[in-house]
């Protein structure tokens, strides 16, 4: 059984984004799990993904997604119980995006424990999940046993916070009660600046370092691109992202290019990383994630390695 760089475990999202005509709306393939799954393999690096996908086009489309970039599919799928929740996006004039949801009872189904197997976290160099409701059982659940088993091992394990973990059925307190709880196994929390001001703000950030010891925070796809944090030393990116629109995906190849970028610099267990490291992994997400943008956003448009390379080449002749 192959060793995994990246064992990738969550839900799935299908992104709905307006279309060109009135009151029309363009599907694009979502997931970030999912995505940052393919994002690594795109990167020739070996991915895995866990999560029940729904028996629907979506859930055989991204199946195939999967396989054809040599994501090894690990999770039961394509399942009756497995409902795919939907985001409708709405854009300002200025790019911002906002979101509304919709799900039909069973979607909460999308991960359970007995899909986690202890050897596939132990095969595996990092452990990330994401787009999970946390305040919801039994994929809360799950997603925790997840992550403290890989705690436990000494894994280095990411978390990807989600709009959607914070915001289901109006149950925000709950929501950051199950984040404040999960941070005590993580070790790369990627968030974005509205959702940290959902669960309290630079204050909070400060507190979750102390407390749960967390090593790096990234904030990404912002006005002043991305930022991280380690050991309460902040970190900038050189390269801005442009300006999002349709992009759906851009952070799961910003994700997919940072971790890869930790992988490619030789960071295997947590005391790999050091300031300069995470330096070099910003630049390489934020490129992977500019890329993606340019490029429309969605599954197909997560770049490769080679291209992350040749942009990052580029750049030393600007």
């Known amino acids: 059984m192959k060793s995994l760089d990246v064992y990738s475990i969550g839900e799935m999202v299908i992104d709905f984004i307006p279309g060109k005509e009135k009151d029309s709306y363009v599907r694009n393939a979502g997931g970030a799990p999912a995505n940052v799954a393919i994002a690594i393999a795109r990167n020739e690096l070996q991915a895995g993904f866990c999560g029940k996908v729904g028996d629907d086009d979506f ?41 509304t949801f919709a799900r039909k009872p069973g979607a909460d189904m999308l991960l359970e424990e007995k899909n986690i197997r202890q050897r596939d976290i132990e095969r595996s160099k990092i452990i990330h999940a994401g787009s ?87 904030k990404t796809m912002g006005k002043e691109g991305a930022v991280g944090y380690f050991k309460n030393q902040k ?41 300069e490291k995470i330096e070099k992994a910003l630049l390489c997400g934020n490129v992977s994630g500019r890329i993606c943008v340019q490029k429309k956003g969605a599954i197909d448009s997560l770049p490769t390695k080679q291209e992350i390379e040749n942009y990052l080449e580029d750049m030393k002749h600007e």
């Not at 973990?165 to 968030?191: C, H, N, P, T």
């Not at 990116?237 to 030789?266: E, I, Y």
Request: aromatic share 8%.
């Open 132 to 218: 999970c409701s946390l305040s919801k059982d039994p994929v809360a659940g799950a997603t925790r046993r997840a992550l403290k088993m890989a705690y436990e091992m000494d894994k280095i394990v990411s978390f990807d916070v989600n709009y959607r973990d914070l915001m289901w059925e109006g149950d925000q307190q709950a929501a950051v009660k199950s984040i404040m709880e999960i941070m005590s196994f993580v070790d790369m929390l990627k968030i974005s600046e509205e959702e940290l001001e959902m669960v309290g703000g630079e204050e909070q950030l400060d507190e979750l370092m102390d407390k749960n010891k967390i090593t790096l925070i990234v």
């Open 235 to 275: 970190i900038y990116a050189n390269a801005k992202p442009v300006k999002a629109v349709d992009a759906t995906g851009a952070g799961d190849a910003f994700w997919g290019g940072f971790l890869s970028s930790l992988l490619w610099q030789g960071v295997v267990k947590k005391d790999d990383i050091n300031k």
């Open 59 to 99: 859930g055989h489309f991204l199946i195939n997604k999967l396989k054809t970039n040599q994501v090894e599919v690990l999770c039961e799928k394509l399942t009756k119980d497995a409902v795919t929740t939907m985001a409708f996006v709405s854009l300002s004039e200025d790019g911002e995006r906002s979101f």
